[in-house]
T-cell receptor, first 114, second 111 residues
Framework: ETGVTQSPTHLIKTRGQQVTLRCSSQ?????VSWYQQALGQGPQFIFQ???????GRGNFPPRFSGLQFPNYSSELNVNALELDDSALYLC?????????????FGEGSWLTVV | QKEVEQNSGPLSVPEGAIASLNCTYS??????FFWYRQYSGKSPELIMF????GDKEDGRFTAQLNKASQYVSLLIRDSQPSDSATYLC???????????FGKGTSLLVTP
């Protein structure tokens, strides 16, 4: 139990639709990162939020966007869904903008785009 | 793109043996290294992290880091069938905010 909760756990969307995934970070953790894990691959960094500001971004297009709220919870939004967006989306929480030494993942949200 | 390389496996070891999982990385400036275990259909679970050259032990797990060789490994002693999973090596990139993962090594511990 990492204290990082994500919702929904599974969802199916149609190509072209939009999706919002949610994450509540572990108590005391002010940094939230999002990762995409395709089948058979390691997780790929999407972006990180620290104190409600985007703190870094990986190689993902602008249709991947996010928010962090004052309580440090976070959302990942993906617009204009493509079939290749089908993946496990992971939220990770940690302390400090530099990630810290404890980076814990939530259970993930499985997204299928059809 | 800085690389983190792992053998995809599967690595098969008998129950009770030592499993040795290896990882190399290309970014010489990397400072922090993590091992995660991921069961099929589940999210990655942090096993341990290491910063300094040498060995770090936690129960049946030992992480080994050699920065000169840009090599990090994970040893699992007294392997159990429940250790069968994919093991992900991750490196905290220089900027300090993103983990760069390898593709993982699949470990199978046979009874």
């Amino acid at each position: 139990e990492t204290g990082v909760t994500q919702s929904p756990t599974h969802l199916i969307k149609t190509r072209g639709q939009q999706v919002t995934l949610r994450c509540s970070s572990q108590s005391g953790h002010n940094t939230v990162s999002w990762y995409q894990q395709a089948l058979g691959q390691g997780p790929q960094f999407i972006f990180q939020y620290y104190r409600e500001e985007e703190n870094g971004r990986g190689n993902f297009p602008p249709r991947f966007s996010g928010l962090q709220f004052p309580n440090y919870s976070s959302e990942l939004n993906v617009n204009a869904l493509e079939l290749d967006d089908s993946a496990l989306y992971l939220c990770a929480s940690s302390t400090g903008a530099s990630g810290g030494n404890t980076i814990y993942f939530g259970e993930g949200s499985w997204l299928t785009v059809v | 793109q800085k690389e983190v390389e792992q053998n995809s496996g599967p690595l098969s070891v008998p129950e009770g043996a030592i499993a040795s999982l290896n990882c190399t990385y290309s970014d010489r400036g990397s400072q922090s290294f993590f091992w995660y275990r991921q069961y099929s259909g589940k999210s990655p679970e942090l096993i341990m992290f290491i910063y300094s050259n040498g060995d770090k032990e936690d129960g049946r797990f030992t992480a080994q880091l050699n920065k000169a060789s840009q090599y990090v490994s994970l040893l699992i002693r007294d392997s159990q069938p429940s250790d069968s999973a994919t093991y992900l090596c991750a490196v905290l990139v220089n900027s300090g905010y993103a983990l760069n993962f390898g593709k993982g090594t699949s470990l199978l511990v046979t009874p």
